[in-house]
């Protein structure tokens, strides 16, 4: 296979365009800044507004510090900050990377995700491919009879979680199963109790959202416009009780589930204006359409407080800094206390809303057409402007190198 060069170096500077003349003046701060965009994946150095030179279809690692790609039959990790190339491993031919594992060594491949899981033509069997990143073991080839997605390696990598979808040609609904990577067999997910489940729940949610525990052990999954949905723990107590929203808490290292009920009105707005943050100590959801606020321990999964915030319709975004939650929905931007989710400051977007995002030393970002903005929290001035082209969705910033 021809080698192939993800960066442009011209006098040490590792970025595109860098050869074209002399860089613009460094008016921004120190940061990287990921983005969805229309051409794929972009990261951008805020100072500079140079565009790195990343594989445009790669897929980031959870902590964003390597990028995946696939070229031909070949898996590609590259730097996720410096772009150089850190290995190459041969796989079967595949049509996309479909999730990583929390130790960056291993990536499902499949086919890519279907614009809608549900109605036809469905599949009847799914084809996945574990590999190994660094080359240092022969992929393997799992073919499962019936329609499944993959969501998240377990954080020992010895097992992918799915989601099988149900009936498998015509999807109505789906519900999240564990896939041995050593049997190759799937089977249900634990109860919080750590004990198998008799019946299995099935869901069919809309406008998915998950995030990350910031020590990456859970993953924290947003489900909306659930009607009449039934948990597990309800199927076994006999109840008839449903719920329009609940986050599905996934454990990767202890391989249990459990959904933690939103009170009314969650999940009857549009899925859009909801959005999900979780800190060390708290998960935070949030209703545009209605201005709720709820506040969870992570350790006892409960709603502990629920606040009352102006409704600010439109797409929703949240992020955590140290010290506060940040959201962006609508024209509002707003900064709230982690604990009273009083509203601390209230401001205007700088424009409608594409993600928002908070870099380690807490410095804010929010997507909006054409870029990314750093913004001042307290009183949303536009503090500087990181040109994105066709930017979709802000996702992602961190700490130059060296600076």
């Known amino acids: 296979m021809e080698r192939r060069d993800f960066l442009k170096i011209c006098g040490g500077a590792a970025l595109l365009g860098a050869c074209a003349g002399p860089p613009p003046p460094r008016k921004g701060p120190a940061h990287l800044v990921y983005a969805d965009t229309t051409s794929g994946l972009a990261a951008v150095d805020a100072r500079s507004g ?66 809608t899981p549900y109605g036809p033509p469905g599949r009847r069997t799914t084809r996945l491919v574990i590999a190994d990143s660094s080359g240092g073991r022969a992929p393997m080839t799992i073919e499962l009879d ?9 954080a020992d990598g010895g097992a992918l979680f799915v989601l099988q979808y149900l009936p498998s040609t015509a999807p109505e609904a789906y519900r999240v199963r564990v896939l041995d990577l050593v049997s190759r067999e799937v089977g249900p997910i634990l109860g919080r109790e750590k004990t198998p489940v008799a019946e299995e729940e099935t869901m069919r949610g809309e406008g998915r959202l998950a995030v990350l525990s ?4 859970r993953l924290y999954t947003l489900y909306t416009h ?27 290292t202890e391989r249990w589930a459990y959904c933690l009920d939103l009170p009314e009105p969650f999940g009857h707005g549009p899925a859009e204006g909801h959005a999900i943050a979780v800190s060390p100590r708290g998960l935070y959801v949030f209703d545009g359409a209605s201005g709720r606020l709820v506040r969870a321990d992570v350790e006892e999964l409960a ?25 962006a929905a609508g024209a509002s931007l707003l900064t709230v206390d982690l604990d009273s989710l009083a509203v601390r400051h209230a401001a ?25 903005v ?30």
Do not use: C
């Open 50 to 115: 140079l565009r790195l030179a990343n594989p445009p279809a790669s897929v980031p690692a959870a902590d964003w510090t390597r990028l995946y790609t696939l070229s031909g039959d070949s898996l590609l990790t590259v730097d996720a900050v410096t772009g150089r190339r850190i290995s190459s491993a041969g796989v079967p031919t595949s049509k996309a990377i479909r999730a990583v594992s929390q130790n960056d060594l291993l990536v499902a491949l499949g086919d890519p995700a279907p614009a």
């Open 146 to 154: 019936g329609n499944y997605e993959p969501d998240a390696f377990s």
């Open 214 to 217: 910031p020590h990456r052990d």
């Open 226 to 252: 659930q009607a009449d949905h039934l948990h597990t723990r309800d199927l076994v107590a006999g109840r008839s009780t449903g719920v329009h929203a609940f986050v599905h808490v996934l454990s990767l």
């Open 303 to 327: 709603i502990k407080k629920v606040g009352s915030l102006p409704a600010s319709p439109g797409p929703a975004f949240a992020a955590v800094s140290a010290d506060a939650l940040h959201l």
């Open 348 to 372: 205007r977007t700088p424009g409608p809303p594409r993600g928002l995002v908070a870099a380690p030393d807490g410095t804010l970002y929010a997507g909006v057409e054409g870029g990314a």
């Open 374 to 403: 750093q913004v001042d929290a307290r009183n949303g001035r536009e503090l500087a402007r990181v040109p994105v082209p066709g930017l979709t969705l802000l996702r992602h910033a961190t700490a130059l190198p060296g600076v």
